[in-house]
T-cell receptor, first 112, second 112 residues
Framework: AQSVSQHNHHVILSEAASLELGCNYS??????LFWYVQYPGQHLQLLLK??????LVKGIKGFEAEFIKSKFSFNLRKPSVQWSDTAEYFC??????????FGGGTRLMVKP | DAGVIQSPRHEVTEMGQEVTLRCKLI?????LFWYRQTMMRGLELLIY????????DSGMPEDRFSAKMPNASFSTLKIQPSEPRDSAVYFC??????????FGSGTRLTVV
């Protein structure tokens, strides 16, 4: 069975600080990787996804993530966060059977 | 506009009552997923369908939970009888093509 671990449960940053959220997965086969964002009271929105090719993936709102196969990692990064990035971030993995499994989420608070 | 439409947005019910959550998929999407989100457990996959057929319902917590997909565009999740521990936000998501998932806005269920 596949699983996803997000080690940072809560992150507090000041505006303009750099962000990196960790995501590790366990699955022996081919996976597809996702990062979703959930703003307070809203539904999940896709930030970016990795299927194949360039392991450095660029998403919306200045976010990017790097797939490192040897480390089973897919960390999310943003060079300079804004107050509007305050949200919960979920890493997810999908296997060949298309079942999407989520990590526990990381709550990001950006102080103005 | 999330594209996937869930109703109701909020539901407050008394313990023991039957609750039915509804989800309308985006036209042309062939897979549907029901998730439950709580503070304690994060996002849990309850059940998913491919082409109207339930594929994996191992996440359904108890026999009190049941899900149906009577046609290609609509699904229901029923809880009977409901209990306070069922209080959560329930999301449905649909998928089309290769791993394109879209989430609904969720139903916030409170069982008192």
């Amino acid at each position: 069975a596949q699983s996803v671990s997000q080690h940072n449960h809560h992150v507090i940053l000041s505006e303009a600080a750099s962000l990196e959220l960790g995501c590790n997965y366990s699955y022996g086969g081919t996976v597809n990787l996702f990062w979703y964002v959930q703003y307070p009271g809203q539904h999940l929105q896709l930030l970016l996804k990795y299927f194949s090719g360039d392991p450095l993936v660029k998403g919306i709102k200045g976010f990017e993530a790097e797939f490192i196969k040897s480390k089973f990692s897919f960390n999310l990064r943003k060079p300079s966060v804004q107050w509007s990035d305050t949200a919960e971030y979920f890493c997810a993995v999908s296997n060949a059977g298309n079942m999407l499994t989520f990590g526990g989420g990381t709550r990001l608070m950006v102080k103005p | 506009d999330a594209g996937v439409i869930q109703s109701p947005r909020h539901e407050v019910t008394e313990m023991g009552q039957e609750v039915t959550l509804r989800c309308k998929l985006i036209s042309g999407h062939n897979s549907l997923f029901w998730y439950r989100q709580t503070m304690m457990r994060g996002l849990e996959l309850l059940i998913y369908f491919n082409n109207n057929v339930p594929i994996d319902d191992s996440g359904m917590p108890e026999d009190r939970f049941s899900a149906k997909m009577p046609n290609a565009s609509f699904s229901t999740l029923k809880i009977q009888p409901s209990e306070p521990r069922d209080s959560a936000v329930y999301f449905c998501a649909s998928r089309s093509g290769t791993y394109g998932y879209t989430f609904g806005s969720g139903t916030r269920l409170t069982v008192v």
